[in-house]
């Protein structure tokens, strides 16, 4: 957010046309000020608020055969590719959706979810061990790609693992 101060009001035009917040004309009045960062603040409040409401659901919906499927986030498992369809393993039963695997991956919440394998992305809460180069999701075994070990292991351990 920005809120241009000048001398030069031949500028606020252009000022408008680059989505600034508000234009102060110098020397700033105390209460032009004052009305220019409440204007910012509620224009922050509002941006994350929206930003909330959209993560705030606990569930999602998908096209699997003729009709939509309701989906709670704690209950995936883990998503997989399968060519222009994405498969999502849950508690009880597997989904096969159309939507492309990436489709569906950069929909979902980032910090609920995370992307093993080019073809595997796991909940992050549903891990429960990481063994060599797979991780554990109850009895099922998924692969790391090499590419993104690390980046799993760190979003995974975190600060959660004691050492010696």
């Keep these: 957010m920005v809120i241009f101060t000048t001398a030069f009001a031949e500028y606020a035009i252009e000022g408008y046309a680059l989505d600034v917040i508000d ?8 209460n032009r000020f004052l009305k220019a960062t409440q204007k910012a603040f509620d224009f922050h409040l509002l941006k994350h608020r929206q930003a909330d409401e959209k993560t705030s659901s606990d569930y999602f919906f998908v096209k699997c055969d ?20 994405s498969v999502i393993h849950t508690t009880d039963k597997k989904l096969i959706a159309y939507i492309t695997f990436n489709g569906l991956i950069e929909q979902l919440p980032k910090e609920l979810f995370l992307k ?23 009895k099922i075994k998924i692969p790391i790609s090499r590419n993104l070990k690390d980046e799993v292991n760190d979003k995974i351990l975190k600060n959660n693992l004691l050492k010696r």
Aim: aromatic content about 16%; cysteine-free; charged content about 20%.
């Design 23 to 30: 234009y102060l004309l110098k020397p700033i009045p105390f």
């Design 116 to 138: 093993v394998h080019k073809s595997y992305t796991v909940a992050v809460s549903k891990i429960t061990a990481i063994e060599g180069n797979e991780v554990v999701v109850g």
């Design 66 to 85: 003729s009709k939509y499927e309701k989906v709670f986030y704690h209950e995936v498992l883990y998503l997989e590719a399968l060519q222009n369809y």
